[in-house]
C-alpha cells in the first residue's frame, strides 16, 4: 500500500494540463463534502435548547436540529457519486501511464488501487482547504465551542479523503488496463431486466392514490409511505431508463435513417445500463424534487390561510424550513448535473479512439455531436416521466392529507425542467467532443 501511495502521488504531482481539470473537480466535490459534514458536526455540538441567531428559530430545539442533520448527511450522497464519476474519467484519461504500469509488472487490481489514491489525494486537497476555511468561520461565530467539536471536524477532514478513495475503488471494479495501452470497462454479458420494481412501484403508487391517506392511517404512515415512494420509483426509473434505452435502440437501429439517430440507436443498443448509470441520482432527485414542490404548495398554502396567532411559531419559521430544504434539493440536482455532465465527458474519452476514425470516415461533427445529446435525450425521457410520477403521488398523497381541495399543478413543471437541464448538462461536453476527434488520434489505435 506503501509503493502504490508513492507512486500516486507522483502521477497526481506529474498530471499535465489536460488532467488538472479531474483533480480541480474531485478537489471541488471534496470541499464540498467536507463543508456539509462540518456543518452537520457543528449542529450536532449545540447541546439543549438554546436561541441561535440564524435560521430563524431552526435550530433552537433538538428536534429540528436532528432534523437539518439528517439533510447534510444525506447531501453528502450524490456527492461522492459525483467523486466516483471523476475518478472513472480519470482511469480512462490516463490510460498510457496505466498501461506503462502494467508494463512495469503491476497487476489490475495495483492499477485500480492507484487510480483510486490518485482521487483520494485530491480528495484530501480538498478537505484540507474547506477546512481552512471552516475552523476560522466557526471560531468567530463561536468563541468557546466544545472540544468535541474539534474532534469531530478532525474527523470529517479525515473520513472524507477515505470515503472518496474508497468510492473510487468500487467505482473501477470494472475497468481494466493491458500493457498495451488499451483501457476498457467489463460488463455482465446478460443484461438486467426491469423486473418487478416497476411492477411493485406502480402497484403501490395505484394502491396509495386510491386507498387515499385516511384508510392507510393517515399522518402516523406518511413518512414510511413517501419513503416507500420515493425508493421504488426511483428504482424503476433507472430500471426503465436502461430498458428504455434496450428498446429504442433495437428499434430505431432497424427502421431509422437518420445518421445521428442510427449512431445513437447502436450506441444505446450495445450498452443500454451504461446511461442509466449515469442518470440515476438525477431520476432520485427528480422524484424528490416534484413531491417536495407539491407538498411545498399545500403547504404554504395552509399557513398563510391560518391566523397567525393560532400558528405554534413565527411564520418565518416554517418558511425557513421549508426554503432550506428547497436549497437542498436544488443543491443534490446541481451534483446530479455535474456528475452528468462528468459521466458524459466519460463516455467520450473513452470512446476518442473511435470517433476520430468517424470523423476520418467523412462523418460530419455535426452529426456526432446530435447523436452525443440522442444518447441522453431518448432513455431519460421515459425515465423522467416515472420520476415525475412518483413525485406528483407524493404532492397529491400531502394534499389529501392535509384536506386541500385543488390540485397544485406546479410540479408538472419540474419534470421537464430536469429534463431540459440535463440536455444542457449534456451539451457542455461538446468542446470536448471537437477535441476528441483530433485525426492524432488515430495514432494511438
Do not use: K
Request: with cysteine; aromatic share 4%; glycine share 10%.
Amino acid at each position: 500500500m506503501r509503493t502504490d501511495l508513492g507512486l500516486a502521488l507522483l502521477l497526481t504531482r506529474g498530471s499535465d494540463r489536460r488532467e488538472w481539470w479531474r483533480v480541480t473537480l474531485t478537489a471541488a466535490g471534496a470541499a464540498l463534502s467536507t463543508g456539509l459534514g462540518l456543518t452537520a458536526a457543528v449542529v450536532l455540538s449545540i447541546r439543549g435548547d438554546r436561541r441561535v441567531p440564524v435560521a430563524d428559530g431552526l435550530l433552537d430545539h433538538p428536534a429540528e436540529r436532528s432534523g437539518v442533520v439528517l439533510a447534510l448527511v444525506l447531501l453528502v450522497v450524490p456527492v461522492l457519486g459525483f467523486l466516483g464519476q471523476c475518478a472513472r474519467v480519470g482511469a480512462v484519461h490516463r490510460d498510457r501511464r496505466l498501461a506503462a504500469l502494467r508494463l512495469a509488472g503491476a497487476a489490475p487490481g495495483q492499477v485500480r488501487r492507484i487510480a483510486a489514491l490518485e482521487t483520494g489525494l485530491a480528495c484530501l486537497i480538498g478537505s484540507v482547504l474547506a477546512t481552512a476555511a471552516a475552523v476560522p468561520y466557526v471560531w468567530h461565530r463561536w468563541p468557546d465551542p466544545p472540544a468535541l467539536l474539534w474532534v469531530a471536524c478532525t474527523s470529517v477532514a479525515v473520513a472524507v479523503p477515505v470515503l472518496g478513495a474508497l468510492v473510487s475503488t468500487f467505482a473501477l471494479r470494472h475497468v481494466v488496463a493491458s500493457p498495451l495501452g488499451h483501457v476498457r470497462r467489463t460488463r455482465p454479458a446478460a443484461g438486467r431486466r426491469p423486473g418487478l420494481v416497476v411492477v411493485t412501484a406502480l402497484v403501490i403508487l395505484l394502491t396509495g392514490l386510491a386507498l387515499g391517506p385516511s384508510r392507510l392511517g393517515g399522518y402516523e404512515t406518511t413518512q414510511g409511505f413517501v419513503l416507500i415512494v420515493v425508493i421504488l420509483t426511483g428504482l424503476g426509473a433507472v430500471r426503465a431508463a436502461g430498458a428504455a434505452a434496450r428498446l429504442i435502440g433495437r428499434v430505431l437501429a432497424e427502421r431509422t435513417e437518420n445518421p445521428a439517430t442510427l449512431i445513437a440507436a447502436e450506441r444505446l443498443r450495445d450498452d443500454p445500463w451504461a446511461g442509466a448509470r449515469t442518470h440515476a441520482a438525477v431520476l432520485l432527485v427528480t422524484v424528490v424534487g416534484t413531491g417536495f414542490v407539491g407538498v411545498r404548495e399545500v403547504l404554504l398554502a395552509d399557513l398563510t390561510g391560518r391566523d397567525p396567532e393560532m400558528l405554534a411559531a413565527d411564520l418565518s419559521f416554517y418558511t425557513t424550513g421549508v426554503d432550506l430544504s428547497g436549497a437542498a434539493i436544488l443543491i443534490a440536482l446541481a451534483l446530479a448535473l455535474s456528475g452528468l455532465a462528468v459521466g458524459t465527458a466519460e463516455s467520450l474519452a473513452t470512446r476518442r479512439r473511435g470517433l476520430a476514425a468517424q470523423v476520418a470516415a467523412g462523418v460530419p461533427q455535426s452529426v456526432l455531436g446530435r447523436a452525443l445529446l440522442l444518447e441522453t435525450a431518448l432513455p431519460l425521457a421515459p425515465a423522467v416521466a416515472v420520476a415525475g410520477a412518483g413525485g406528483l403521488v407524493v404532492g397529491l398523497w400531502y394534499g389529501q392529507l392535509a384536506g386541500h381541495g385543488t390540485v397544485p399543478l406546479l410540479p408538472l413543471v419540474v419534470p421537464p425542467a430536469v429534463y431540459a437541464a440535463c440536455l444542457l448538462a449534456a451539451a457542455t461536453s461538446l468542446p470536448l467532443l471537437r477535441r476528441s476527434m483530433r485525426p492524432a488520434e488515430l495514432r494511438r489505435l
